[in-house]
């Protein structure tokens, strides 16, 4: 039975739920095992680098702070955004198990765009702390607080939680009577939905909507803050104060371009050229992936606090004698 047939249940005369969708993944693509295999290493390296970020900031009480609260959210969501979506993708393709049956294919699609949509919003919280801190030093220490950030933070993850819950929950008015097969590597949205017989314009609409909170919006905002940043720098009457004060913000704008331009640019290709769908694939894949395990890198190498940090806990962990020693760092 091919996957465009595989069973449905009708649940009326007009609505029809699939017991299962079929996942594509590449067409024709030689050696594509090697790249699922590639996946598989960059989720190893992913849980690793977040793991030690998260490990490190919960032992050394120098990063209890709240510039390191949304380091911490940022790590804890690359790790459940690459967690979300690599093992079920290499689950799927390495041991060819296409077919997702329908709650699953929900779930997945939730999680995958949750974490995404979180990790988007805490950028533009990294922004805004870099932003008090350089337009108004002196008062950064009474704005930038632990409960502030918390509540910050929570509104990234509260919005994220809603918007992607109705963007989900709004397929289960879809009924799919044609065909079945998902043109992607995971149950994306936009190819979901499109697969559906009766009106999904609300899907459409909402599509667009979730798109503009997750990328358009934030942007905007980033753009924004380093506009006010760049204005301020502007002000500082002394070069090499300047470039110090610049360099706090160097870590923050390469992870920007990481998460942004792939996504910016598969959006200008899809719309200026006919895209392949390996090529679309193989960036969204990169985009969902690579921004979650390079976050941990460019935090560790170019942000002294954690270099300080790893070298303060290595050494305790030479030269302690007794667990009680942690209460140091």
Not at 30 to 50: E, H, K, Q, S, W
Not at 160 to 165: D, F, G, K, N
Not at 275 to 293: F, K, Q
Request: charged share 10%.
């Amino acid at each position: 039975m091919g996957p465009e047939k595989k069973s449905a249940t009708v649940l009326n005369d007009t609505f029809v739920r699939p017991a299962a969708f079929y996942l594509t993944g590449f067409s024709n693509l030689p050696y594509a095992n090697y790249y699922y295999m590639f996946l598989c290493f960059i989720y190893i390296l992913t849980v690793l680098g977040n793991g030690f970020l998260l490990s490190l900031i919960y032992l050394v009480k120098m990063l209890h702070t709240p510039k390191y609260m949304i380091v911490f959210s940022l790590a804890l969501t690359d790790l459940c955004g690459s967690t979300a979506l690599i093992p079920k993708v290499l689950d799927t393709f390495l041991f060819d198990r296409r077919y997702i049956v329908y709650e699953a294919c929900l779930s997945y699609m939730f999680f995958v765009w949750f974490f995404a949509c979180v990790q988007s919003w805490t950028l533009v919280t990294m922004a805004y702390d870099r932003f008090v801190a350089i337009c108004f030093p002196l008062r950064y220490h009474r704005i930038v607080t632990k409960s502030s950030v918390a509540a910050v933070l929570l509104f990234a993850w509260g919005l994220s939680l809603s918007v992607i819950a109705c963007m989900a929950g709004l397929i289960d008015r879809l009924s799919f009577c044609g065909s079945l097969v998902v043109q992607s590597f995971y149950c994306d949205h936009g190819p979901v939905f499109r697969l559906a017989c009766n009106d999904k314009s609300w899907n459409g609409t909402l599509a667009y909507v979730a798109s503009v909170i997750i990328t358009g919006i934030p942007l905007i905002l980033i753009a924004f803050t380093y506009l006010c940043i760049s204005i301020a720098l502007r002000k500082i009457a002394s070069g090499v104060e300047r470039l110090k004060a610049f360099k706090t913000c160097t870590s923050h704008l390469i992870i920007v371009a990481i998460f942004f331009l792939p996504v910016m640019g598969t959006s200008i290709a899809s719309l200026t050229t006919n895209l392949h769908p390996n090529a679309r694939i193989i960036n969204s894949t990169l985009t969902h992936t690579v921004p979650s395990l390079l976050n941990p890198i460019i935090y560790s190498l170019k942000t002294k606090e954690v270099m300080t940090s790893i070298r303060k806990l290595n050494n305790w962990f030479h030269n302690s004698t007794s667990p009680k020693n942690i209460n140091s760092l």
